[in-house]
């Protein structure tokens, strides 16, 4: 049974056609189900809760990356699995998991290819994208066998499972192996400028599976997803395999 | 690998550590895929992967890997499956063990070295130990 969700930010004139021309595909195909269209009374994770309980297993958003990343976030704890038809913009994470925009979507949908993908935990929300940390004036423990000193002044520190895919346009250079059962712990050094120029440490990468995260000073604020905030201390790991993603033959991973 | 101008390059495949200039591990680092130091380390590396020591990185710890390329500062004992590759920037305080050890001019050593025969016989008791394990028959 699906639950297909539209998002509420689409304009109405723009894209009206297309949401019929979608609805009429999915009938075709045999995958049509209930089509709720989201908006400040309708909440997606009240819908998607309502609809579990009457056996819903597959929810797909309808709209842009902000809408998907709102999904992932409610459909992964309740393990459904995860569907995207893109529409509207920005729509970068389209190219990522292999489908085209539009009503051919509804094919890709159709074939239902599920590939399970990796989360981030930290302490009890998970995350999708990457982990950032603001100021961290932190110590950090890997898997509960070394930690770190970073001798530089305001490094940027990101804990990646997929990469910073929810901030802008991206490269697929830019992402970390979602299904690889670790998380990457990204420590970007600043820019140095001297009289011979300006140049940049190499980046420092540790792949890991269980990160602890203790303020040295007063609580540091974690960013997931560009979305939720998480104060230290915390426990930073990998979930494997639990996102059921419906993805395409062209995806990048 | 390792991006050219020493940014973070997102990996489709392998999970490769670098411990970059400005970082100190302090602890047990045990590792599966290939190691880049360019920092410092104290404490335990090992990895099953290749291991690469840049030229200012400072390791004080147990040194264990496949193959190794050093040009930088080791204080430890070093043991290497295969080849060790000593550049001539390196400086290595402590025993080396290894099937092939190069040095290039301009190393230097103060330990022992053992390659060949001894490293070699040490991959071959391994082989053996691994072998029993395997023939002791399942306890009904």
Redesign the interface.
Known sequence: MYLYLVDQHLHPGKTATTLARIESRLIELGINGKMEKLSVLKSAKELVQDQVREGMKTVVAIGTDALLRQMIAVAAPLNLVVGFIPLGAPIHLAKVFGIPEGGDACDVLSARMIKKIDMGKVNHHYFFSSLELEHPAVRMTFDG????????DE?RISVCNF?NIFHGAFS??????PC?G?L?T????PQRRSFFGSG????????VRKLMIHAQREAVKLIADHEQVISTPATVEIVPQKLKMIVGKSR?? | M??K???????????????????????????E?DV?V??AVT?TLKTKGNLRVGEKAVVEAEVEANSAVIAGTIRGNITVKDKIDLQASAHIEGDLVAQTISVEPGATIRGHCECGTAAKSEAARDNEAMKKKKEVPAMA
């Open positions: 066998k070394y930690h770190i000193n970073i001798q530089s490094p990469g697929r250079e830019d992402l970390s192996n690889d670790y990457e990204v420590i970007r050094s940049t440490g190499r980046d420092s990468v540790f792949p990048w991973f | 390792f991006g101008d020493g940014g973070f390059e997102g990996r489709a495949s392998g999970v490769e550590t670098v411990i970059g200039p400005t970082v100190h591990v302090e602890g047990d680092f045990v590792g895929q880049l360019e920092g404490g």
